[in-house]
């Protein structure tokens, strides 16, 4: 069982950047691919990025790519998302999702454990 609390959200304007953080517990955390996903008011839960389990490989959705940036700390058992150039658009809850195995998943079905979520409020 890996439990995950993400942490950083906020309101902020438009233009501004956030770092969203995803603690994991465990001790098997390098061995997970993580992800990260929003869900806007009245839509569906969307990717936003991957970053692998092996080589740290990382993959973006195109609606985020050249803003915002996945990244890993492995001796932290935490991963990050550096968000940059923020839009209205980019108004959601941000979840991380975890799932054994070393290559990047983009499919919300693909991921075994989610955290709670954590408000993203972009401000025009």
């Known amino acids: 069982q890996v439990q995950l609390v993400e942490s950083g959200g906020g309101l902020v304007q438009v233009g501004d950047s956030l770092r969203l953080s995803c603690a994991a517990s465990?001790?098997?955390?390098?061995?997970?691919?993580m992800g990260w996903f929003r869900q806007a008011p009245g839509k569906e839960r969307e990717f936003v990025a991957t970053?692998?389990?092996?080589?740290?490989?990382?993959y973006s959705a195109d609606s985020v790519k050249g803003r915002f940036t996945i990244s890993r700390d492995n001796a932290k058992n935490t991963v990050y998302l550096q968000m940059n150039s923020l839009k209205p658009e980019d108004t959601a809850v941000y979840y991380c999702?975890?799932?054994?195995?070393?290559?990047?998943?983009?499919?919300?079905?693909?991921?075994?454990?989610w955290g709670q979520g954590t408000q993203v409020t972009v401000s025009s």
């Open positions: 999702a975890c799932v054994l195995g070393p290559r990047f998943r983009t499919r919300e079905r693909e991921y075994a454990y």
């Open positions: 465990g001790r098997t955390f390098s061995s997970y691919t």
């Open positions: 970053i692998s389990a092996s080589s740290g490989s990382t």
